[in-house]
């Protein structure tokens, strides 16, 4: 038997889950408490017991991203056996899959909610930690703020090319998301080298 905690947190999730398929799938307008309850199949009060408004339970899904990326970038860094520079380019490739997959979380991951402007930035400091310690592996303490800025905000606008359909214009040659960021990773990996 489950306890009433146990069934809380099944019951969190699952409206999490229906809140992130409904954004995967119409955007932040397909969003409504009512429409999560009903995809998630839970009773029609539960999504006001668990999150106060919408915005309250966007601010829990795009956290949650953020915690996901957080622990793929923390597996990545814990990886014996990736190079420095591998590392970031999996963290990388990480974050601009989602805007290529996920455009809708992608840019709520990056917004600043009108109740709680810094909710989401708050939610990603462990993710953009973990990465700029492993920045940090390839070019110093001194200059990994530097690289990672310019690391995750050319990921940022890779991510912003690809999701619009621009990256594939004929006049950039043919190059892809992996591409761009192995020559990132590449320009980077040669300033450490020179450090």
């Not at 999730?13 to 398929?21: F, K, N, S, V, W």
Request: no cysteine; hydrophobic share 45%.
């Amino acid at each position: 038997m489950i306890s009433r905690a146990e069934s809380a947190a099944a019951t969190r999730r699952a409206l999490l889950d229906a809140a992130a398929e409904l954004l995967d799938s119409g955007g932040l307008d397909a969003v409504t408490l009512r429409a999560v309850g009903a995809r998630a199949g839970v009773t029609r009060g539960a999504p006001y017991r668990h999150f106060l408004d919408k915005e309250s339970l966007l601010i829990a899904v795009g956290t949650r991203a953020w915690d996901t990326l957080g622990d793929r970038m923390q597996a990545l860094r814990a990886e014996p056996g990736l190079s420095a520079a591998e590392k970031i380019r999996g963290g990388l490739l990480a974050l601009i899959d989602v805007g290529r997959f996920q455009p809708h979380l992608y840019k709520l991951m990056f917004s600043n909610p009108p109740g709680d402007p810094t909710a989401l930035a708050r939610a990603a400091q462990r993710s953009q930690t973990e990465f700029l310690a492993v920045v940090a592996d390839l070019v110093g303490e001194q200059e990994a703020r530097r690289y990672a800025a310019l690391l995750i905000s050319s990921a940022n606008g890779i991510a912003g090319l690809q999701a619009s359909g621009q990256l594939a214009d004929p006049k950039w040659g043919g190059v892809s998301a992996e591409d761009l960021t192995d020559t990132l990773v590449d320009m980077i990996a040669g300033k450490g080298r020179h450090a």
